[in-house]
């Protein structure tokens, strides 16, 4: 069966400095974030003024994406919904099935597995569904994609772009670094045993081989939520430190874990990372994230022409098995432990 439209889904940010507080309301509501914390994070987002780049980065996608259908022969609506703000999935999955799409492909913009990932994603793609009622569109997220050529190349590329930004003396020694937003652990052991975390570690060693890297790190950033919970480790930070001892003199670090340079790449590590390597007499340089690039709309279109045609997953060997990965209808888990 052939797709009438692409809803592409995210996870939202707000676009005026009055949207910052309920917006990180939503995002954190039931996890008992005490409000001094998210008063903590808003300023990161009023340091921007109050506007966080992913809805604008989305609607560039958007755009590329429209033209690589259209160079394709293809005369698909792209829709765009969100998770924790405007346009949020219900509204656009109810004006989806008002404007007549009986079935829609959705591009998720996370590569990976695990329940942030790709199961929350689900969850979104129900209650989207179940918004409009019983005339909702079939919904069928396409697969995660971070192994996928495209994905790859842009992060190596990008990893190039960099280094050629650091002193020329610096080049060769400086130690590339990949970081991807941690988790708790009794989050990471859902959805498959450790899938997200497998997944990231797999699609790292592509990349650092694309680039032309035997050795790297690989590290997380961006935890919050209370000091007893264990997440994910090293720290990034944390771990700049380390390298600092070691007398490790510049740094490229790759957001791997990140398809758009939205707060947590540009605050987390473009001025905290930043200051700290600074401090420390680390030249530093961070590799950029896909973006609107056209081929990261390549790579949906792709993704698309797969799950249309039934065609093999256009993947990146790697020297080990691939951690398992699926798409998924109406919000369905695409492993039995994502329903848990």
Same mark, same amino acid.
């Given at each position: 069966m052939s797709f009438d439209a692409l809803l592409l889904l995210s996870f939202g940010g707000p676009e005026a400095p009055e949207q910052v507080m309920p917006f990180? $309301?939503?995002?954190? @509501?039931? @996890?008992?974030? &005490? +409000?001094? +914390?998210?008063?903590?994070?808003? $300023?990161?987002y009023l340091?921007?003024?109050?506007?966080? &780049? =992913? %809805? #604008? =980065?989305?609607?560039?996608?958007?755009?590329? =994406? /429209?033209?690589?259908?259209?160079? !394709? #022969? +293809?005369?698909? &609506?792209?829709?765009? #919904? %969100? !998770?924790?703000? /405007? *346009?949020?999935? $219900?509204?656009?999955v109810?004006?989806?099935?008002?404007?007549?799409? @009986? !079935?829609?492909?959705?591009?998720?913009t996370s590569a990976w597995g695990g329940y942030s990932g790709c199961a929350q994603y689900q969850e979104d793609i129900a209650r989207g569904r179940a918004a409009a009622g019983p005339e909702a569109p079939e919904l069928v997220k396409l697969r995660q994609y971070f192994d996928h050529p495209l994905f790859v190349e842009m992060f190596a590329d990008a990893i190039a772009e960099a280094a050629a930004t650091l002193p020329e003396e610096l080049r060769g020694e400086a130690r590339l670094v990949f970081t991807a937003h941690s =988790? *708790?652990? @009794?989050?990471a052991s859902r959805c498959g045993a450790d899938l997200y975390e497998r997944q990231v570690g797999y699609a790292a060693r592509l990349v650092a081989a694309a680039a032309g890297y035997r050795e790297y790190d690989q590290v997380w950033q961006s935890r919050s939520g209370p000091p007893q919970v264990p997440w994910l480790e090293p720290d990034v930070g944390d771990h700049l430190e380390t390298l600092a001892r070691n007398g490790t003199r510049a740094v490229i670090v790759c957001p791997l874990g990140f398809v758009a340079d939205h707060i947590e790449v540009?605050?987390?590590?473009? %001025?905290?990372?930043? /200051?700290?390597?600074?401090e420390a007499g680390i030249a530093f340089a961070r590799a950029t994230t896909p973006n609107a690039q056209p081929r990261f709309a390549q790579l949906v279109v792709d993704l698309i022409d797969e799950q249309l045609h039934g065609l093999p997953p256009r993947r990146v060997e790697g020297p080990d098995p691939v951690p398992a990965y699926g798409s998924s209808v109406n919000g369905a888990p695409c492993t039995p432990a994502c329903s848990a």
């Open positions: 990180l $309301e939503n995002v954190t @509501r039931g @996890r008992g974030i &005490p +409000r001094e +914390r998210l008063e903590s994070v808003a $300023e990161h340091h921007f003024g109050g506007v966080s &780049p =992913i %809805n #604008g =980065i989305n609607r560039d996608l958007i755009v590329a =994406i /429209e033209a690589e259908l259209a160079r !394709r #022969g +293809r005369d698909v &609506p792209v829709y765009f #919904g %969100n !998770r924790n703000w /405007e *346009p949020y999935v $219900e509204d656009t109810k004006a989806m099935s008002d404007n007549g799409i @009986r !079935r829609a492909a959705v591009f998720a =988790i *708790p652990l @009794r989050a540009v605050w987390d590590l473009d %001025n905290e990372l930043a /200051e700290q390597a600074a």
